[in-house]
């Protein structure tokens, strides 16, 4: 069969529901809730879970699973050898509220600043990539909440793939295995993935910004926690006495390098993150990300905090500082380098969409870093939108239509890998 490609993202936007499934999906609070120690996190995730597995069911899918965990799969049978998966989460993020989502269409956009609603306003000198929406429909939440276009515009892609694919049978394409995932916000994503039903040599993740853009690499990530415990004693008989732990703790987070914060970083530059402070003066934690690109230079991090902490405990030996790091994931980029035929069938997918693909490091982390490290090599793609979780989150509907282009080139495109 001839490779057919997919350049309008108008004609598939007639041609399938791709936003009104991404505003049905929108409108679901799935939220996640990294204090939870469930799986997923918040039940209502299933919420949206089980609307996915139904509609999979309709589209024709064979093997679809919702699991206990709230792991969403199914299998699409192709019309040729080859086996690829496809997988975007669920959840959105803790950081601004998910309930009642109330998305706003903004039509024909001319250019200029938008009123969101609640008093924001989307402004093209902050938002750049407004300038290559000019005519388009624009999508923002209300203000209140967040949107969710990370990543239920991802959702939305694969499935409204999964539906052209329905209606033109002739398609060629492997035979596509389809994952979503609950928890990717809290970095849990594919802790309880079940890999052992979804036999693929390799997947991608469609959980990225702006048209054009694809991620073969990540930060690497660990999370520390640092635990003082003081001496209390009543503040009126303290003197000589008192070790209070919140204030050995902000004496910690003040010795963080300014330079070396998210706000303060850029591009392939790391940092350390204040994710948390919780307690009192007899005992408190403080919980701190820390991302790097560089395996090494992530390691050299964790060194250099739990060197900060002993520092503390030498100058006050009446204090105790428990030092704890937890390994979260790793660069992506690590293992893909071995795969290079992988990002670069991508990479031929934008490119056959007209658009020039933007290879871009994640300063963040994917479902993908962690199932490429379980075995699963899976890159990142665009999923269209922007600001992700805030309430100025936005997605214009023809970004929405060339991340399905994207996925149909990217199908046919794909071929059986000699060896995995």
Known sequence: M?????TDPQAVLASTTVVDRFLRYARIDTQ?????????????QFDLARMLR????ELQGQDVVLDDNG????????TREGRLGLVAHMDTAPQFTGTGVNPQLHASYQGGPIEIGNGLTLDPTDNPDLAECIGDTIITSDGTTLLGADDKSG???????????KQDPSIERPTLLVGFTPDEEIGRGAHRFPLDRFDAPAAFTVDGGFPGEMNVETFSADRAKITFTGVSVHPGRAYGKLVNALTWAGEFLARLPRTESPEGTREREGFFFPLGLTGDPARCTV????????????QQRGDRLRAMAEGLRAEEPRLQVDFEIEAQYRNMGNALKARPEIGETLQRAIEATGLTPRVAAIRGGTDG???TAMGLPTPNMFAGGLN???PQEWISTRAMGLTVCTLANLVQLWKAPVSV
């Open 71 to 78: 792991y969403v799969t199914a299998v699409f049978p192709g």
């Open 155 to 165: 959702v939305a892609a694969i499935m409204s793939l999964l539906e052209l694919l």
């Open 32 to 44: 996640s809730d990294e204090t939870s120690d469930t799986c997923p996190s918040t039940s209502k």
């Open 287 to 298: 919980d701190i990300l820390l991302r790097d690109f560089d395996d090494h230079v992530l």
């Open 388 to 390: 992700f979780h805030g």
């Open 369 to 371: 870093s962690q199932l």
């Open 54 to 57: 139904d509609e999979l069911e």
């Open 2 to 6: 001839a490779f057919r490609e997919f």
